[in-house]
């Protein structure tokens, strides 16, 4: 299964490679965002994109809702994961 991470490009780092930091949740990674820049979304207006990243591209752009939606319903996942952890030891 491939999983797309929602986050926010929050700097470009290297324009000839383009290459961009991007913030999610909290946490910084630097990925490739070549596949969101065209002749529409040149490089220098992706900075406060939403972005899924995956394998250390960003994949598409998303909006803010979407990326909000997505990395809540992340977070309940991890909870409930925990949580069968919790009860598979308990047994």
Do not use: Y
């Not at 913030?23 to 990925?31: A, K």
């Amino acid at each position: 299964m491939c999983l797309g991470i929602p986050g926010q490009i929050v700097k470009i780092t290297d324009f000839e490679r383009k290459l961009a930091m991007v913030d999610i949740s909290g946490v910084q990674r630097e990925v490739n965002i070549i596949c969101i820049v065209d002749e529409e979304h040149p490089l220098n207006s992706c900075v406060g994109d939403w972005v899924l990243v995956h394998v250390g591209f960003a994949m598409s752009r998303i909006d803010q809702q979407e990326a909000a939606a997505t990395l809540a319903l992340l977070n309940e996942l991890g909870e409930m994961q925990e949580e069968m952890v919790a009860m598979k030891n308990s047994a």
